[in-house]
């Protein structure tokens, strides 16, 4: 079993910044990857930002030049910056941490963006 502990979220207005971290324990084993999803009211869960086993980073289109994940000095913790936000980017942010054919999920953390 994998926990998923996220910190950081918040309200800001547009063009503010907000850092959101993930810290992963328990039974870590066949990191696969690891990063941050997003999901909107009525919308689906949509990638943001992943981490893959080569230490590679894949953003969405939207985000990119904004957001910067990055690998904490932890093996199991990962962080993302995210400037000049958007109205759009409004949504509850979930950590992933994918284990081989597992997936686990943090509990979510709000981002609220104000015009």
């Known amino acids: 079993q994998v926990q998923l502990v996220e910190a950081g979220g918040g309200s800001v207005q547009a063009g503010g910044s907000l850092r959101l971290s993930c810290a992963g324990s328990?039974?870590?084993?066949?990191?696969?990857?690891m990063g941050w999803y997003r999901q909107a009211p009525g919308k689906q869960r949509e990638l943001v930002a992943v981490l893959d086993t080569s230490y590679r980073t894949t953003y969405t289109d939207s985000v990119k030049g904004r957001f910067t994940l990055s690998r904490a000095s932890a093996l199991n913790t990962i962080n993302l910056q995210m400037n000049s936000l958007k109205p759009e980017d409004t949504a509850v942010y979930y950590c992933?941490?994918?284990?081989?054919?597992?997936?686990?999920w943090g509990q979510g953390t709000q981002v609220t963006v104000s015009s």
């Open positions: 992933r941490y994918d284990a081989g054919p597992l997936a686990y």
């Open positions: 328990g039974s870590i084993s066949s990191f696969s990857g």
